[in-house]
């Protein structure tokens, strides 16, 4: 599985791009409050810690952070949830 973190016009909001879809269908939205059967992967992301938004549709993931978490930390963790939920999906 192929992740590529890429760098958006808004500091706290990372786009990680994927070489397959992100979801089922059409686009899926985490935020605070959402069921996490919605989004498995979303729930996945948001549960890190420090996110405030997860945005999935096409071959991308969206990730928006909180203004006090770093991306050098945050960053890896999330392509790491990226990883793992799509090994999961897969077996």
Known sequence: MQVSPE???NPN???FTLDRPSTDGGAE???EGADPAASPLGA???ALGDVT???AT???VSVTKTDTADWNDLG???VQTIEAHFDEVAS
């Open 13 to 15: 909001a990372i786009k």
């Open 58 to 60: 096409a071959n991308f």
């Open 7 to 9: 760098p958006t016009p």
């Open 53 to 55: 938004n997860v945005f």
């Open 76 to 78: 890896p963790k999330v």
């Open 44 to 46: 996945g992301i948001f």
């Open 29 to 31: 939205t985490f935020k």
